[in-house]
């Protein structure tokens, strides 16, 4: 189990904003009679609130707007890839373990290469950037999704022919729908992409870059990180 951050002593006034990408299990939003929001980043990024003896108001948005806010400073902290658009406007604090992104479909559906692809459908989630070989594949068609559990209905519904992104969201998003893993067929890795701890360069919380380092490198060696993706179903090697 998780054990809590050791906090610094609150710091007054100071509460740091923190946007969650909304995609399980990394970013859980708000159910009806939940208590609280939930999910891997979620929960990693109030542990380093707490440790930097910060409040944190933690909130699940989408993507677009995530990199919206981290660009004006609304928001001081988020747990997201590294995107070219952000360049110059966040530093980049720690990695958490990389993804493999996938491309997988139906049971008995097999990919062997990325060429497989051409004259096929993919459920593609709006505004990720998940491979450069295939967005610039004018031969692969995607077809745009708010979340991934729409792109998975997508897919159980025969919309699309497979669904690309890190397999997690996709597992979740399948068994959210109500089926099992088991409906999807092998899935082909097509790049892999690491998350980062990232601060806004626009912050006015004062976040100190090699403080966030050590509490975030407190956080691994207490096997925190690790019990926090178990406790999501998540496991690294």
């Keep these: 189990m998780a054990q809590e ?9 100071q509460t740091i904003e923190i946007r969650t990408i909304g995609i399980p299990p990394y970013g859980i939003a708000l159910a009806p009679g939940a208590v609280d929001a939930s999910g891997i980043y979620y929960d990693v990024a109030n542990l380093l609130a707490a440790g930097a003896g910060y409040t944190a108001n933690n909130i699940i948005y989408p993507y677009a707007r995530i990199v919206s806010e981290l660009k004006s400073g609304k928001t001081d902290l988020s ?12 530093t980049y604090v720690a990695p958490l373990p990389s993804l ?22 993919l459920a593609y989630l709006r505004g990720a950037k998940f491979s450069d070989k295939i967005d610039s594949s004018p031969l692969i068609h995607k077809r745009l999704t708010e979340d991934f559990d729409q792109g998975a209905r997508m897919l159980l519904y025969g ?22 893993e088991g409906v999807l067929g092998e899935p082909l890795v097509v790049d892999e992409r690491t998350p980062w701890v990232q601060i806004s360069n626009k912050s006015t919380a004062r976040l100190g870059e090699s403080d966030l380092k050590e509490i975030f490198a407190k956080l691994v060696a207490r096997g925190d990180l ?10 690294h090697e």
């Design 159 to 180: 919309r699309v022919d497979a669904i690309i992104g890190p397999l997690p969201p996709i597992v979740s998003a399948i068994k959210a729908s109500g089926e099992q």
């Design 226 to 235: 690790s019990a926090i993706q178990e406790k999501y179903g998540v496991f």
């Design 100 to 121: 493999k992104t996938v491309i997988v479909g139906l049971k008995g559906s097999v990919y062997h290469s990325v060429d497989d692809l051409q004259g096929k459908t």
């Design 5 to 13: 951050a050791t906090p610094h002593p609150v710091k007054a006034n």
């Design 79 to 90: 747990i997201m890839f590294k995107y070219a658009e952000l360049d110059g406007y966040v």
